[in-house]
């Protein structure tokens, strides 16, 4: 249905509005963020390493100009391509003044062969200088803003120390939406004390939303992180392989078929990754995703085609 996937890959999404592969270059744009610099939070969210959230982006100590040049040449050992989405990855990519992130977000979308431009923050860091700035751009360059919301469940956005309330995130994602600006919501599968009821309660909240694109994580302890101290202190259960293949392919199928999948593993670095270490072996996860779609005779969509939802998952 896309391609050879069962689900609405990025990389579908992209040959067909580009005509080719396009790669996404990561860019560290030398911000911070409101949860780490006392603002909301000084430890920032229990997961988030140091290096905050993008663990594979260029170096914040070079400029934007220098990081794409570094990075494209880096991806073209692997890929023939010559199309790219500037991705701000690191920490918040709203969180600086008007001029810092104008001149960074231009610095990056005038370089040669870039086409578009993604850019992941907090629903709670859109001014109204922000969104002005993203409208300029969205009707520039292919745009789109990535959230990081995690889950929909009050008690676990406060064991996370997320630092904001699901209506913050509602009214973020309303005001992109009037701006025809595209937003990717983040959802994290395994977080503590959720039941599998739980995260698909978060699915189908995004499914009703006007989310264009999401990004299933699995939760990560990662060394030198709270969640890794916590976990000592207080075990709790770690999905496996196999559960956690179920619960994407449960989730892909509470989707719109619109709706664009651009990620179902995550990217840990390996000497940090405490656990899961079966989430080291990507691709055994994707084709095991694919496998279980096969095996169900699904895809994205099966289930939002077929019902309202009401009470498909139950414990
Ligand atoms: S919002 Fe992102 S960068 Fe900030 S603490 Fe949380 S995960 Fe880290």
């Known amino acids: 249905m896309w391609g050879d ?5 990025l990389n579908y999404e992209l040959r067909k509005e580009f005509g080719q592969k396009v790669m996404k270059l990561s860019l560290d744009g030398g911000f911070t963020c409101p949860n780490r610099d006392g603002t909301i939070g000084n430890r920032g969210c229990i997961f988030c390493g140091e290096e905050g959230s993008g663990e594979f982006a260029g170096s914040r100590t070079l400029s934007i100009e220098e990081q794409i040049w570094q990075q494209k040449k880096f991806l073209s050992n692997k ?3 010559d199309k790219y989405i500037a991705y701000f990855q690191n920490f918040t990519n709203t969180y600086s003044s008007y001029e810092d992130l104008r001149d960074k977000y231009f610095e990056a979308i005038s370089q ?3 086409v578009g431009l993604a850019i992941a923050t ?3 860091c859109m001014s109204k200088q922000v969104l002005e700035l993203l409208t300029e751009l969205n009707q520039k360059t292919y745009l789109w803003i990535e959230l990081g919301l995690q889950t929909i469940h009050e008690s676990t956005a406060k064991f996370i120390r997320r630092g904001y309330a699901l209506e913050i995130y509602e009214r973020a994602i309303q005001e992109l939406k009037d701006r025809n600006i595209k937003v990717v919501t983040h959802l994290i599968f395994g977080l503590p004390g959720e039941s599998k009821k739980d ?4 699915v189908k909240h995004l499914a009703n939303t006007d989310t264009w694109g999401v990004k299933f994580h699995l939760l990560y302890i990662q060394k030198g992180t709270d969640l890794y101290q916590y976990y000592f202190k207080y ?7 196999e559960e956690y293949i179920s619960l994407v392919v449960d989730g892909l199928e509470l989707l719109p078929k619109e709706m664009v999948v651009h990620r179902l593993t995550g990217d840990g670095k390996r000497d ?3 656990e899961p270490r079966w989430s080291l072996d990507k691709l055994k996860v994707l084709s095991g995703i694919d496998k279980e779609f096969k095996s169900r005779n699904s895809y994205q969509g099966l289930i ?9 998952y139950q414990d």
């Not at 075990?235 to 392989?241: E, G, K, T, Y």
Request: hydrophobic share 35%.
């Open 272 to 274: 940090l990754l405490f």
């Open 199 to 202: 995260i698909l309660n978060s």
């Open 112 to 114: 040669e062969g870039v």
């Open 122 to 124: 907090r629903p709670d």
């Open 79 to 81: 890929w023939n391509t």
């Open 304 to 312: 939002s085609i077929v019902s309202n939802y009401s009470n498909i």
């Open 235 to 241: 075990p709790f259960p770690i999905l496996n392989r």
């Open 5 to 9: 996937k069962r689900y609405h890959t």
